[in-house]
């Protein structure tokens, strides 16, 4: 029909302008023979051709009918049979033109379940099928399919698992308010680059946008009250998130790989974290706050933009590779409650140099500062520390001097190997167990005090130490059992008097530095 019009107005458009031409060639040539007449005849008045003011109002009136019927026709032409109207505006789609397929539900309305025979790459979910209101959406409707733009009217109340998953030319998808729950990897996989939750929603499924590379800002409304297992992971683009709500649980790998993803604040409603939340994301420094009471393992691992940790109070320990190989963390605070250092926890934090340890600290688990070849100069353990396990500090190359606190029982085996620069331990009077090659390759280590307490040093615990002296506080027959396998040339025993026998034997002066007894 457009296409007529067009014709029309083309034709009415021609025919005015053959009309104006027409007339002004009439007008020029009558005008030339009224001149020459007059002439021939001076005496008489000139004749005017009378104004034709009827002419000149029809072929306006014809002039604007024709404009009228080009512009209809090739606005008409351009916009093609698409509906003039927003399809937000009107819903309610006709039984016999919507494709789509539908399932009937419990509550006697409908569930879309697919696409049916539609075909199209937009798709606008009706609000009512068959006089009944469309009030879900199905798990896996959509998935898989090749659909770029999606409208969700108010109608719908709910989104199933993988309703729209690896749908990857989707870019654009509108939520409505009435919305209260969207399933598991709902947009998983899809190329969304933004989405506005509606405030009615109350629940985010696992993994509901896991995958959306293209990603890069969201809005939590205020009635979410834990963001799932997986619900970002792999959003590669992500750099802001906005939570509205109160906020109590942050599942597993929530933001895991989220590489852009700079700075994310804790609020002070969370109170657990969960495993591989923020591992291998984009962040720089993190602020565990007090509230915090349950994290789990690997949260932080690999972050290799994360310079700067502090740790609130309300944790009472650090979790296993809690901050494993994030390579450019250089502080570390801890909070009062720690109690324990999970294995691995800082293991590969190459550039880590400043731990400042609580007094409440009991265990250091295996692994746990594995080859931080920066950490400080000199390591002040606390007071509280009890053990010590295998490889915790295995080549920290950079430690020169160590001081345990006072009531230290175990230090695992090759808890401190590797340590070039240590040249001064100071064992307390508490420790009874050395494992084997403790302190094996320290190469700068020439001499230590062992205490009486100690009841067993296990096998090449000071491998590759040949000359190293060892002042030992307690008799040669306590040295005898709890030697084993071990084969040290320079040994000296405690003796607060000159020995009557002959022996290696040292005492400590009156300004406190160690002597040997002369024979």
Same mark, same amino acid.
């Given at each position: 029909?457009?296409?007529?019009?067009?014709?029309?107005?083309?034709?009415?458009?021609?025919?005015?302008?053959?009309?104006?031409?027409?007339?002004?060639?009439?007008?020029?040539? +009558?005008?030339?023979?009224?001149?020459?007449?007059?002439?021939?005849?001076?005496?008489?008045?000139?004749?005017?051709?009378?104004?034709?003011?009827?002419?000149?109002?029809?072929?306006?009136?014809?002039?604007?009918?024709?404009?009228?019927?080009?512009?209809?026709?090739?606005?008409?032409?351009?916009?093609?049979?698409?509906?003039?109207?927003?399809?937000?505006?009107?819903?309610?789609?006709?039984?016999?033109?919507?494709?789509?397929?539908?399932?009937?539900?419990?509550?006697? !309305?409908?569930?879309?379940?697919?696409?049916?025979?539609?075909?199209?790459?937009?798709?606008?979910?009706?609000?009512?099928?068959?006089?009944?209101?469309?009030?879900?959406?199905?798990?896996?409707?959509?998935?898989?399919?090749?659909?770029?733009?999606?409208?969700?009217? !108010?109608?719908?109340?709910?989104?199933?698992?993988?309703?729209?998953?690896?749908?990857?030319?989707?870019?654009?998808?509108?939520?409505?308010?009435?919305?209260?729950?969207?399933?598991?990897?709902?947009?998983?996989?899809?190329?969304?680059?933004?989405?506005?939750?509606?405030?009615?929603?109350?629940?985010?499924?696992?993994?509901?946008?896991?995958?959306?590379?293209?990603?890069?800002?969201?809005?939590?409304?205020?009635?979410?009250?834990?963001?799932?297992?997986?619900?970002?992971?792999?959003?590669?683009?992500?750099?802001?998130?906005?939570?509205?709500?109160?906020?109590?649980?942050?599942?597993?790998?929530?933001? !895991?790989?989220?590489?852009?993803?700079?700075?994310?604040?804790? =609020?002070?409603?969370?109170?657990?974290?969960?495993?591989?939340?923020?591992?291998?994301?984009?962040?720089?420094?993190?602020?565990?706050?007090?509230?915090?009471?349950?994290?789990?393992?690997?949260?932080?691992?690999?972050?290799?933009?994360?310079?700067?940790?502090?740790?609130?109070?309300?944790?009472?320990?650090?979790?296993?590779?809690?901050?494993?190989?994030?390579?450019?963390?250089?502080?570390?605070?801890?909070?009062?409650?720690?109690?324990?250092?999970?294995?691995?926890?800082?293991?590969?934090?190459?550039?880590?140099?400043?731990?400042?340890?609580?007094?409440?600290?009991?265990?250091?688990?295996?692994?746990?500062?594995?080859?931080?070849? +920066?950490?400080?100069?000199?390591?002040?353990?606390?007071?509280?520390?009890?053990?010590?396990?295998?490889?915790?500090?295995?080549?920290?190359?950079?430690?020169?001097?160590?001081?345990?606190?006072?009531?230290?029982?175990?230090?695992?085996?090759?808890?401190? =190997?590797?340590? +070039?620069?240590?040249?001064?331990?100071?064992?307390?009077?508490?420790?009874?167990?050395?494992?084997?090659?403790?302190? @094996?390759?320290?190469?700068?280590?020439?001499?230590?005090?062992?205490?009486?307490?100690?009841?067993?040093?296990?096998?090449?615990?000071?491998?590759?130490?040949?000359?190293?002296?060892?002042?030992?506080?307690? @008799?040669?027959?306590?040295?005898?059992?709890?030697?084993?396998?071990?084969?040290?040339?320079?040994?000296?025993?405690?003796?607060?008097?000159?020995?009557? @026998?002959?022996?290696?034997?040292?005492?400590?002066?009156?300004?406190?530095?160690?002597?040997?007894?002369?024979?």
């Amino acid at each position: 029909m457009e296409k007529i019009f067009l014709y029309l107005g083309l034709a009415a458009f021609v025919l005015t302008l053959l009309s104006f031409i027409g007339y002004f060639i009439y007008r020029r040539t +009558y005008n030339n023979y009224l001149n020459r007449r007059l002439t021939n005849k001076m005496n008489k008045k000139k004749k005017i051709l009378p104004s034709s003011y009827l002419k000149y109002i029809c072929l306006s009136i014809f002039s604007l009918t024709s404009l009228f019927f080009i512009l209809y026709g090739i606005t008409n032409s351009i916009l093609g049979d698409e509906p003039t109207q927003n399809p937000t505006e009107t819903l309610e789609t006709p039984i016999e033109e919507s494709k789509l397929e539908f399932v009937i539900c419990s509550n006697d !309305s409908y569930m879309v379940s697919g696409l049916g025979e539609h075909n199209e790459k937009n798709l606008v979910i009706p609000q009512v099928y068959k006089g009944k209101t469309v009030s879900k959406i199905a798990n896996n409707a959509f998935e898989n399919t090749k659909l770029e733009v999606v409208y969700i009217p !108010s109608s719908i109340l709910s989104i199933g698992n993988n309703a729209f998953a690896n749908c990857y030319s989707l870019t654009n998808i509108e939520l409505s308010e009435g919305l209260v729950s969207i399933g598991s990897y709902a947009f998983n996989n899809t190329s969304i680059s933004k989405i506005n939750i509606p405030k009615t929603v109350e629940s985010l499924g696992e993994g509901v946008f896991c995958g959306c590379d293209d990603l890069d800002s969201v809005n939590i409304p205020e009635k979410i009250v834990q963001l799932s297992d997986s619900i970002f992971k792999s959003c590669y683009k992500l750099e802001n998130v906005n939570i509205e709500g109160q906020i109590k649980r942050i599942g597993n790998e929530a933001f !895991s790989n989220c590489t852009s993803l700079r700075y994310f604040e804790i =609020s002070a409603s969370v109170i657990s974290i969960g495993e591989r939340c923020f591992a291998y994301s984009g962040l720089e420094n993190i602020i565990i706050p007090d509230n915090v009471k349950v994290i789990g393992k690997e949260v932080f691992e690999k972050c290799e933009n994360l310079t700067e940790a502090v740790i609130g109070d309300g944790l009472g320990g650090i979790s296993v590779k809690m901050f494993f190989m994030c390579s450019q963390l250089s502080s570390v605070k801890f909070g009062k409650q720690i109690s324990y250092v999970g294995a691995y926890a800082f293991a590969e934090c190459y550039r880590l140099r400043t731990v400042e340890f609580n007094e409440n600290l009991r265990i250091i688990e295996n692994h746990a500062f594995y080859n931080c070849s +920066y950490l400080a100069d000199d390591l002040i353990l606390p007071n509280n520390l009890l053990y010590i396990y295998e490889y915790a500090f295995y080549s920290c190359a950079s430690i020169k001097t160590i001081e345990f606190g006072n009531q230290l029982i175990k230090i695992g085996s090759y808890a401190f =190997s590797g340590c +070039y620069s240590l040249i001064k331990v100071d064992f307390p009077k508490t420790l009874k167990e050395l494992d084997e090659e403790a302190f @094996s390759t320290c190469y700068s280590l020439k001499e230590i005090v062992l205490p009486e307490s100690i009841k067993e040093i296990g096998k090449h615990a000071f491998r590759s130490l040949d000359d190293i002296v060892i002042y030992y506080y307690g @008799s040669i027959g306590s040295w005898e059992l709890i030697l084993k396998n071990n084969n040290y040339d320079n040994v000296y025993f405690y003796s607060d008097n000159k020995p009557l @026998s002959k022996g290696y034997y040292w005492y400590y002066d009156m300004s406190g530095k160690i002597k040997i007894w002369e024979d």
